[in-house]
């Protein structure tokens, strides 16, 4: 196209003597690439395309009637300062020998494990619906649907996630991924008690802890 | 037999379909691309393995490590009423009412974190100005004493952009209501976060979005 009636350079040479009075009309169409590409390479590169990804969160509407939860599906972690995570199950035992809190922090062998343990319910519920998922027996839809009712019921594990005066926004976020990693929906994200304050004060006593 | 001559002629490639190509992808990547004014706030967000991405027709709190806050909403119309409103309703901290061409100025600019009194000398700044604006504020004011500015913002700005998206959900019913998001530095505390939650949920909005940037999920 670019290339309009240049007369032919070689065969037809012959011919070319008694039609061609008009001139080659050949354009150099180099300067156009190199702006066209210049322009591709510039939006290229400011071009962000990814969005950044979001955790979406509904905190409950504050009300006065509160919800007892079963001792043996409650697990409180407490989010301190210095990535410092402490967790006891069940309700706080306000006697310091009852050795009731745990210190743990953010890595894999960390608190995850304490929640996966704790969330055997849920998981061993799981297991069979993600085979069938990855074998492909089971459309998205349909399995969003039995993971919600199993995360949902009434054995499932309730995390109360915690946090002191001190606590910093990225252990916030990591606690909330954790629970999206280790399959928990029933958490809440409350302010620490001064009881739990305190067991903290001692446990970091007891254990050389600054 | 005379030998058969080989034309000399410079070897002509043609150019037509790269070029095609080259500006197919210009015009694409230029419809694309949305230029963002520059941030006023530098955040360094926390990872997560989330996959849900952040919707449009956001209002976003910005909160920095040091737990300044600041305050952006997207729309032009919405900023428009947004700022007529709150020079409205506080003129007097404001230092009189705003121009218009303060108010076009404000529909078009980013995020900002100032409180009432600076506000009006915000906007009037020009964009190295308003750097050392950014760098000196201590962010929008989010403690009941003397005064809850961000309360203000949020509300005034929630109820504008629920009754626009109203209005255009007549017309396009796949419109989604208006979002907010918290963009808040990983070593921001996470008492300031509170607070500003806090603030929002008295405006009346329950959902939040907390935005995260991406990691790979490890097996």
Redesign the interface.
């Known amino acids: 196209m670019a290339d309009v009636n240049t007369g032919g350079d070689g065969g037809h040479g012959r011919h070319q003597k008694k039609r061609a009075k008009k001139l080659p009309t050949r354009i150099d169409m180099t300067p156009m690439v190199d702006l066209g590409f210049l322009l591709l390479t510039f939006f290229m590169l400011t071009t962000t395309f990814s969005k950044p990804k979001v955790i979406e969160l509904t905190p409950p509407v504050k009300t006065n009637d509160s919800t007892k939860i079963k001792d043996t599906l409650a697990l409180t972690v407490v989010l301190s300062g210095n990535n410092k995570v402490y967790y006891y199950n069940g309700e706080l035992k306000q006697d310091p020998d009852s050795n009731n809190i745990n210190l743990t922090d953010f890595s894999d062998n960390g608190i995850r494990k304490v929640i996966l343990a704790r969330n055997s319910y849920v998981l061993n519920q799981l297991a069979p619906l993600d085979q069938q998922r990855q074998s492909q027996h089971m459309s998205d839809t349909v399995y969003d649907k039995a993971k919600q009712k199993i995360q949902g019921s009434k054995y499932a594990l309730f995390v109360i996630i915690k946090t002191d005066s001190i606590a910093k926004y990225v252990n916030v976020v990591a606690m909330l991924d954790e629970m999206n990693i280790c399959n928990v929906d029933k958490y809440a994200l409350i302010d620490a008690s001064k009881p739990e304050e305190l067991m903290i004060e001692d446990y970091n006593h007891k254990h050389n802890i600054k | 037999m005379p030998k058969v001559k080989l ?1 000399r ?1 410079s070897p ?1 490639i ?3 379909p ?2 095609d190509l ?2 197919l ?2 015009t694409f ?2 419809l ?2 949305k ?1 963002r004014p520059e941030e006023a706030v530098s955040v360094t ?10 919707p449009d027709n956001v209002t976003t709190i910005s ?1 920095d490590s040091s737990g300044r806050v600041f305050y952006d909403m997207d729309g032009k119309d919405t900023r428009i009423q947004l700022i007529q409103k709150i020079s409205d309703n506080y003129s007097a901290q404001l230092g009189g009412k705003l121009s218009d061409q303060d108010i076009m100025r404000f529909s078009v600019m980013g995020a900002f974190g100032v409180p009432y009194a600076q506000l009006k000398q915000y906007i009037e700044a020009n964009e190295s100005e308003r750097k050392t604006l950014n760098a000196q504020t201590k962010g929008i004011p989010i403690d009941s004493l003397p005064h809850d500015e961000l309360a203000d913002w949020v509300q005034y700005g929630y109820n504008l952009s629920l009754s626009d998206w109203y209005d255009k959900k007549a017309k396009n019913p796949e419109m989604l209501p208006p979002r907010f ?1 918290v963009k ?11 607070k500003v ?1 806090d603030i929002c ?1 008295k405006a009346g909005i ?9 990691k790979m ?2 097996n």
């Open positions: 034309p002629s002509s043609d150019m037509t790269m070029v080259a500006f992808l210009v990547f230029m694309t691309t230029f967000i926390p990872f997560s393995v989330s996959q849900t991405k952040l909160i998001a808040a530095d990983g070593n921001a505390k996470y008492e300031v976060v509170k939650i949920q329950q959902h939040f979005d907390l935005i995260t940037s991406m999920k490890k």
